[in-house]
Nanobody, 127 residues
């Protein structure tokens, strides 16, 4: 049974940093591309960042590029999202997602490209 468990959310002031973690079990983690999505209250879930299974390629939404860094540690079966220079508009529930994507296919940036999802961790940024 595949499980993705996020942690690291919390309340931070604007300009601060947080690091989210997503611990995975029940899958061959090194083979899976991983992603972070977020959903603010009253809005649709949106893509934040993704990383190929090998960890060699990363992808970001324009709204977080240059501020957030996605990474994965295949030895620890864990994905991370380092978030710097946080702003109030980053306030949302953050979800990690996993998909088994062949190396010849593009890493998805839409929800339906991912098979497994975590329960989410809340991030709140105060102004």
């Amino acid at each position: 049974q595949v499980q993705l468990v996020e942690s690291g959310g919390g309340l931070v002031q604007a300009g601060g940093s947080l690091r989210l973690s997503c611990a995975a079990s029940g899958l061959t983690f090194g083979s899976y591309s991983m992603a972070w999505f977020r959903q603010a209250r009253g809005k649709e879930r949106e893509f934040v960042a993704a990383i190929r299974g090998s960890g060699g390629s990363t992808y970001y939404s324009d709204s977080v590029k240059g501020r957030f860094t996605i990474s994965k540690d295949n030895a620890k079966n864990t994905e991370y999202l380092q978030m710097n220079f946080l702003a109030p508009e980053d306030t949302a529930a953050y979800y990690c997602a996993a998909a088994d994507i062949p190396s010849w296919r593009a890493v998805p940036t839409t929800q339906r490209g991912y098979t497994y999802w975590g329960q989410g961790t809340q991030v709140a940024v105060s102004s």
